[in-house]
C-alpha cells in the first residue's frame, strides 16, 4: 500500500520561506512522478508543480514560477517543495501527489496516490 506523508506546513507572512515535505512508502520511489496540488477555500485542488522519475523534468504554473521549487531525494524517498516569497494568494491546504508518469501528476483526475494535505497559511 503506497503513503504519501506530508510535513511543513504552517502559518507565515507575506515574504516568508517555507518547505514542503513529503515522504512516501509502499513502492519503489523511484518508479514514481511526483507532484504538488493546492485547494484554497471554496476553490477546486489545483495542479502546482511536477517533477519526472528521473528529477530532470519540471513543470510549475505561472502563479508559482520563480517561487517556488521542487525537487526529489531518492535515497530517501522523498520530495520537497520549497516555496519562497510567499504570498496570501498561496494560503490552501497543499497536497503530494504521485502517480506511474509526470503525465498522470500533472491533472487532479490521473493521479494515482494522494497525501492527506498540510495546510500552508500567509498572511499579509
Known amino acids: 500500500q503506497v503513503q504519501l506523508v506530508e510535513s511543513g506546513g504552517g502559518l507565515v507572512q507575506s515574504g516568508d520561506s517555507l518547505r514542503l515535505s513529503c515522504a512516501v512508502s509502499?513502492?519503489?520511489?523511484?518508479?514514481?512522478?511526483m507532484g504538488w496540488f493546492r485547494q484554497a477555500p471554496g476553490k477546486e485542488r489545483e495542479f502546482v508543480t511536477c517533477?519526472?522519475?528521473?528529477?530532470?523534468?519540471?513543470n510549475y504554473i505561472d502563479a508559482v514560477k520563480g517561487r517556488f521549487t521542487i525537487s526529489r531525494d531518492d535515497a530517501k524517498n522523498t520530495v520537497y517543495l520549497q516555496m519562497n516569497s510567499l504570498k496570501p494568494e498561496d494560503t490552501a491546504v497543499y497536497y503530494c501527489?504521485?502517480?506511474?508518469?509526470?503525465?498522470?501528476?500533472?491533472?487532479?483526475?490521473?493521479?494515482?496516490?494522494w497525501g492527506q494535505g498540510t495546510q500552508i497559511t500567509v498572511s499579509s
Open positions: 517533477i519526472s522519475k528521473t528529477g530532470n523534468g519540471t
Open positions: 509502499g513502492r519503489t520511489f523511484s518508479s514514481l512522478a
Open positions: 501527489a504521485a502517480g506511474s508518469t509526470i503525465l498522470r501528476v500533472r491533472r487532479r483526475e490521473r493521479v494515482d496516490y
